[in-house]
């Protein structure tokens, strides 16, 4: 009967170690899925960064060509383009121009800001699954308790 009771208590730990490398291998996947998205999610993210700095450049480009526009017009006025009522068109211009670059400067650092946090995030999550990976592949699921009780 005891030879039962090993025989019975061999095969339940074979079959718990084998858990326990499908366990860990289970684990090993999720980091590193984790990481494959982590990683989508940045280059996305990054690609929205560069939007947001493009669309500045543009922002940019407009002031300038909006403020040559209205120089050359008052210019072939015969009125000074750089003081009175086109001086101050210029500078309302400017200040708009300023302030939509200004967003868009903002929306590029809040975008580049956000690549860290999915980076860390997914670290992080990754950490928890090889931490799980650890605990399967050192205990082997539970295998040292599974034979004490049999024995």
Do not use: C, H
């Not at 984790?34 to 940019?60: C, D, F, H, P, W």
């Not at 992080?124 to 605990?135: F, P, W």
């Amino acid at each position: 009967m005891a030879e039962l009771a090993v025989a019975a208590a061999v095969v339940s730990a074979i079959g718990t170690m084998k858990q326990g490398s499908a366990q860990k291998a289970m684990y090993d996947a999720q980091a590193a899925q984790t990481m494959v998205q982590a990683r989508s999610n940045v280059i996305k993210s990054r690609a929205e960064a560069l939007k947001y700095k493009q669309e500045g450049v543009r922002t940019l480009d407009k002031i300038r060509k909006t403020i040559a526009t209205v120089g050359a017009r008052g210019a072939a006025g015969s009125i000074d383009p750089f003081s009175g009522s086109t001086g101050k068109l210029q500078v309302n211009i400017f200040d708009r121009g300023f302030l939509d670059f200004s967003v868009n400067k903002d929306n590029t650092n809040l975008a580049r800001e956000n690549m860290t946090i999915i980076q860390k995030s997914a670290e992080y999550q990754a950490g928890i699954y090889r931490a799980g990976n650890v605990m399967w592949g050192t205990t082997g699921g539970g295998f040292g308790s599974t034979v004490g009780t049999y024995i």
